[in-house]
């Protein structure tokens, strides 16, 4: 497709249950991030993957958070046990390059909403 | 503390005029701060980016600034219209010369009046 795409586009589920959350990468970028933005406020970094391997996830804010990325392509961020505080909007960017580019700028999809009641 | 500072109150300007929005950072030092804008229900559209050895860049009706004695980041974007309402985040790179983290600030709302 012709830029980031990300699923679903809103999600409400109860508190405790998991969801997945899709993103799905420019055709060939290499990096891909994971960011979480509460409702008024900045991008918060989750994790960024180069290719499939994830070499930095200092992010992630708890173990009921993770994330994988298969095929250079799709990526799924995973929730577990959900709790309110994790409502915000969960973003995810690609960009060509990552960190071997130290300029390399990163595309954004519009978000899956995420509210736990 | 390492922190990025943009101003939390929104920004009204009169249609015309020149718009200018501030990013402050302390403790960093960044190889380049990058600028973005965001409308509501989307995700950050990237503008701008500058590096620490330059002073000025600029594209179109914008115009960035880079002081790295001053830790500052200044916006601008000039004979503002309606259609640049929208929220403006600075983004750097914290370890200088790394993207693999790069980190956001929370952003200013701007907002020009017909």
């Known amino acids: 497709g012709a830029g980031v795409s990300q699923s679903p586009s809103n999600k409400v589920t109860e508190k405790g249950k998991d969801v997945e959350l899709r993103c799905d990468p420019i055709s060939g970028h290499t990096a891909l991030y994971w960011y979480r933005q509460r409702l008024g406020q900045g991008l918060e970094f989750l994790i960024y993957?180069?290719?499939?391997?994830?070499?930095?996830k200092s992010g992630l804010p708890s173990d009921r958070f993770s994330a994988e990325r298969t095929g250079e392509s799709v990526s799924t961020l995973t929730i577990q046990r959900t709790q309110q505080e994790d409502s915000a909007v969960y973003l995810c960017?690609?960009?060509?390059?990552?960190?071997?580019?130290?300029?390399?700028?990163?595309?954004f999809g519009p978000g899956t909403r995420l509210t736990v009641l | 503390s390492q922190k990025i500072e943009q101003n939390s109150e929104a920004l009204n300007i009169q249609e015309g005029k020149t718009a200018t929005l501030t990013c402050n950072y302390t403790n960093y030092s960044p190889a380049y701060l990058q600028w973005y804008r965001q409308d509501p229900g989307r995700g950050p559209v990237f503008l701008l980016l500058i590096r620490e050895n330059e002073k000025e860049k600029r594209k179109e009706r914008l115009k960035v600034t880079f002081d790295t004695t001053l830790k500052q980041s200044l916006f601008h974007i000039t004979a503002s219209q309606p259609a640049d309402s929208a929220t403006y985040l600075c983004?750097?790179?914290?370890?200088?010369?790394?993207?693999?983290?790069?980190?956001f600030g929370s952003g200013t709302r701007l907002s020009i009046r017909p």
């Open positions: 993957f180069q290719g499939n391997s994830a070499p930095d």
């Open positions: 983004a750097l790179d914290p370890v200088g010369g790394s993207a693999s983290k790069i980190i």
């Open positions: 960017a690609s960009s060509p390059v990552g960190a071997s580019s130290s300029t390399d700028t990163q595309y």
